[in-house]
């Protein structure tokens, strides 16, 4: 159970074009969800927070109109890359956590490489 | 502000020998801990998890991490290394209050044949 997956798993894309990612909670309705960005070798860094129905809550430092976040429904979120470039390549991961789960825990999707030519 | 220090941003280990990945977190009310295992391009896999119940957590893989408050410390450990636990290890700390996971800056463990 608590299974989490993201589509595409990588995606590459001219700049200023934007990209959709997809997040889905399989098996388990997803009250919560986030979403990272990773650079390579380096650590996971919050990018924002979204509960379903409600606008996201986003971290210092990122675009809420760069990076748009859809929070629709309590088995789907949607992270769009706005107008991208070179610079948003990078790997994106989305995590997901049920209010009626293990207070904190999260479930982590398998990530999608986004490459920005 | 919470934080999550991981020691050592490589770790190289002779297979069979002893894994240690050094894990402390900084926070004023005991949050709770987590380990996490990444292989390459791949998302973030659960070792283990400390939710304030047994100070010693066990995991999957032989993992093990130990709670101590004392040192607020969470160090992951694995008495004998194989060859496939070559990954990134990361820590994290949950605290109710924010709702939001720290991450520590990660471990890349090597294991050597």
């Known amino acids: 159970g608590a299974v989490v997956s993201q589509h595409p798993s990588w995606v590459i894309c001219k700049s200023g074009t934007s990209v959709k990612i997809e997040c889905r909670s399989l098996d388990f309705q997803a009250t919560t969800m986030f979403w990272y960005r990773q650079f390579p070798k380096q650590s996971l860094m919050l990018m924002a927070t979204?509960?379903?129905?409600?606008?996201?809550?986003?971290e210092q430092g990122v675009e809420k109109d760069k990076f748009l976040i859809n929070h629709a429904s309590l088995t789907l979120s949607t992270l769009t890359v706005t107008s991208a470039h070179p610079e948003d390549s990078s790997f994106y991961i989305c995590s997901a956590s049920s209010s009626g789960g293990t207070l904190g825990e999260q479930f982590f999707g398998p990530g999608t490489r986004l490459t920005v030519l | 502000a919470q934080s999550v220090t991981q020691l050592g941003s490589h770790v190289s280990v002779s297979e069979g020998a002893l894994v240690l990945l050094r894990c402390n977190y900084s926070?004023?009310?005991?949050?709770?801990l987590f380990w996490y295992v990444q292989y390459p391009n791949q998302g973030l896999q659960l070792l283990l998890k400390?939710?304030?119940?047994?100070?010693l957590v066990k995991g999957i893989n032989g993992f093990e991490a130990e709670f101590k408050k004392s040192e607020t410390s969470f160090h992951l450990t694995k008495p004998s290394a194989h060859m496939s636990d070559a990954a990134e290890y990361f820590c994290?700390?949950?605290?109710?209050?924010?709702?939001?996971?720290?991450f520590g800056t990660g471990t890349r463990l090597k294991v050597l044949a």
């Open positions: 979204s509960n379903e129905g409600s606008k996201a809550t986003y």
């Open positions: 994290a700390a949950f605290t109710s209050g924010t709702y939001k996971y720290i």
């Open positions: 926070s004023s009310v005991p949050p709770y």
């Open positions: 400390y939710t304030s119940a047994a100070t």
